[in-house]
């Protein structure tokens, strides 16, 4: 079982920065594939990064590729999502997920967080 705890999202001007964690619990975390989704209102839940179990590996959506980046840190058991050049249209609700193989795009995840609100105003 993992539990999953978000952080770090709050309100934030258009070209501003955000740094959003979360931090994880369970003894097998390192081994676990990690991501992040987002829901903005009125939408579908979408795919924003993932990261493998090693860190070495990540991949991104296409919206947020050049713009942000996920990284974890299996000592703190912990993941990240560095958010740079925000706009408008990233406002969202951002979740961090867990995965016993691969967090991907196409399917749900194992885990998911509470969730943790990112508002970007123009």
């Known amino acids: 079982q993992v539990q999953l705890v978000e952080s770090g999202g709050g309100l934030v001007q258009a070209g501003g920065s955000l740094r959003l964690s979360c931090a994880a619990s369970?003894?097998?975390?390192?081994?676990?594939?990690m991501g992040w989704f987002r829901q903005a209102p009125g939408k579908e839940r979408e795919f924003v990064a993932r990261?493998?179990?090693?860190?070495?590996?990540?991949y991104y959506a296409d919206s947020v590729k050049g713009r942000f980046t996920i990284s974890r840190d299996n000592a703190k058991i912990t993941v990240y999502l560095e958010m740079n050049s925000l706009k408008p249209e990233d406002t969202a609700v951002y979740y961090c997920?867990?995965?016993?193989?691969?967090?991907?795009?196409?399917?749900?995840?194992?885990?998911w967080g509470q969730g943790t609100q990112v508002t970007v105003s123009s």
């Open positions: 990261v493998n179990w090693s860190g070495d590996s990540t």
């Open positions: 997920a867990a995965d016993r193989g691969a967090v991907a795009a196409w399917k749900p995840p194992d885990y």
């Open positions: 369970g003894r097998t975390f390192s081994r676990y594939g």
